[in-house]
């Protein structure tokens, strides 16, 4: 049987995009779309048009670009928000409207000032005045992560009424447990009238650094939409790492999950985004940060080059990763330093290695990480005689 396919909807030019420090330009958006549509992102959220007259024409060059991937701008439920994100996706070839309203009580009652009667009103008549403008309506309750569940089913079930396609669930603070989330897509599954004619959409913050987790349960639990970032990126914690959700998918075959993703061009898709964004991955980043593939201790270097299963899950290969790489620092061992004297050019005998690895501990007791120069220093300092085959 094939795999359910689980749709990845990549908003990095619009929630990543939030991050403090992270603005982009329309032409750098657009590269960046560009290359979402080649990684194969099925939808792309490519800004909340009415925010800005520069985020306007961005959605809008954007819609105008995009060929294979749903391009989608963000609304509030305000009928001029709906009108404007309407205009700027028009030319897409395949236009998404995704609008919603707050539904938990403190939203409620805080930020609106309302009750849930009103609220449910005022969704509903959001997604009726969208589906005039598209077919493809996306509907998000935001903070359902902290909405009430029997609440949330009821305002589900009236959107998908007015005809909404997708439910967005977000997690908008961060704060449910992955049993958590993934009850509540199972409870919306199971109560929601109608939600066959609906996709259930993950979108969860990482404030607890839960979020991917968080994203994995709802799509375990019947959801079939991720929205996800590339790196991670997004308002304070960030978002749904978009590299680490497809990864989980590939590698555990058995969820019977999978993606139209091409995981060989993630590695590029990252170093790419945190270049225009100004914005580091952290070196211990899952998948693509500069250590994911990189082994520093002795024990994990011998069983890496005896067998790189041994220390690693994945072939860094499938991420568009070269070749995991052996670190050299004073923890090394020395069938690390033959490995990489070897790559640089000395066959070692066991001898020859006894010698040069003591010459390399004094070496790499003074520097934190030894690079291939020095390991050139290293061999010709040691005093033995020895031929170099480069
Ligand atoms: O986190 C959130 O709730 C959002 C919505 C606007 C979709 O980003
Ligand atoms: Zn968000």
């Known amino acids: 049987m094939g795999k359910d396919k689980v749709h990845i909807f990549d908003t990095t030019l619009r929630d990543g995009e939030q991050v403090p420090g992270c603005k982009l330009d329309t032409k750098q958006k657009l590269v960046i779309a560009e290359r979402l549509d080649e990684l194969g992102v099925d939808i792309i959220e490519a800004g909340f048009p009415i925010s800005s007259p520069g985020d306007?024409?961005?959605?809008?060059?954007?819609?105008?670009?995009?060929?294979?991937?749903?391009?989608?701008?963000?609304?509030?439920?305000?009928?001029?928000?709906?009108?404007?994100?309407?205009?700027?996706?028009?030319?897409?070839?395949?236009?998404?409207?995704?609008?919603?309203?707050?539904?938990?009580?403190?939203?409620?009652?805080?930020?609106?000032?309302?009750?849930?009667?009103?609220?449910?009103?005022?969704a509903v008549a959001a997604v009726k005045y969208a589906k005039s403008f598209v077919e493809d309506v996306e509907f998000y309750a935001e903070d359902a992560g902290r909405t009430d569940n029997d609440y949330l089913?009821?305002?589900?079930?009236?959107?998908?009424?007015?005809?909404?396609?997708?439910?967005?669930?977000?997690?908008?603070?961060?704060?449910?447990?992955?049993?958590?989330?993934?009850?509540?897509?199972?409870?919306?599954?199971?109560?929601?009238?109608?939600?066959?004619?609906?996709?259930?959409s993950c979108h969860c913050h990482n404030d607890l650094g839960l979020a991917t987790a968080n994203s994995i349960s709802g799509v375990i639990?019947?959801?079939?939409?991720?929205?996800?970032?590339?790196?991670?990126?997004?308002?304070?914690?960030?978002?749904?790492?978009?590299?680490?959700?497809?990864?989980?998918?590939?590698?555990?075959?058995?969820?019977?999950?999978?993606?139209?993703?091409?995981?060989?061009l993630l590695y590029d898709t990252s170093l790419m985004v945190s270049d225009k964004m100004g914005m580091v991955v952290q070196p211990n980043k899952a998948i693509v940060g500069s250590n994911a593939f990189a082994h520093s201790?002795?024990?994990?270097?011998?069983?890496?080059?005896?067998?790189?299963?041994?220390?690693?899950?994945?072939?860094?290969?499938?991420?568009?990763?070269?070749?995991?790489?052996?670190?050299?620092?004073?923890?090394?061992g020395r069938a690390a330093l033959a490995y990489r004297a070897k790559n640089v050019g000395y066959e070692l005998t066991k001898n020859q290695l006894d010698v040069v690895y003591e010459n390399f501990l004094k070496f790499a007791d003074r520097k934190k990480e030894i690079l291939d120069t020095d390991i050139h220093k290293i061999v010709e300092t040691s005093n033995i005689s020895i031929s170099t085959f480069t």
């Not at 590939?250 to 139209?260: A, G, K, M, S, V």
């Not at 072939?315 to 090394?332: C, F, K, Q, W, Y």
């Open 56 to 122: 306007f024409n961005s959605v809008s060059e954007i819609a105008k670009l995009v060929k294979n991937a749903t391009v989608c701008g963000l609304t509030r439920s305000v009928r001029k928000d709906i009108e404007v994100a309407a205009e700027a996706i028009k030319s897409a070839k395949k236009p998404r409207i995704h609008t919603g309203i707050g539904t938990s009580d403190s939203h409620i009652t805080h930020k609106f000032k309302s009750n849930r009667e009103d609220i449910l009103e005022r």
């Open 153 to 200: 089913a009821r305002v589900c079930e009236a959107v998908i009424k007015a005809g909404a396609t997708v439910l967005n669930i977000p997690d908008t603070t961060g704060y449910c447990l992955p049993e958590e989330y993934g009850a509540k897509m199972k409870y919306l599954k199971e109560n929601v009238k109608g939600i066959e004619k609906a996709i259930l």
């Open 221 to 264: 639990n019947g959801a079939r939409q991720i929205e996800c970032t590339i790196n991670g990126i997004g308002e304070r914690a960030g978002n749904t790492s978009l590299e680490e959700v497809v990864m989980i998918m590939r590698q555990h075959p058995y969820l019977n999950l999978d993606t139209n993703i091409n995981s060989k």
């Open 297 to 332: 201790s002795g024990i994990h270097q011998d069983g890496v080059i005896k067998n790189r299963e041994t220390y690693e899950i994945m072939d860094p290969h499938d991420v568009g990763v070269n070749e995991s790489s052996i670190v050299l620092t004073a923890r090394s």
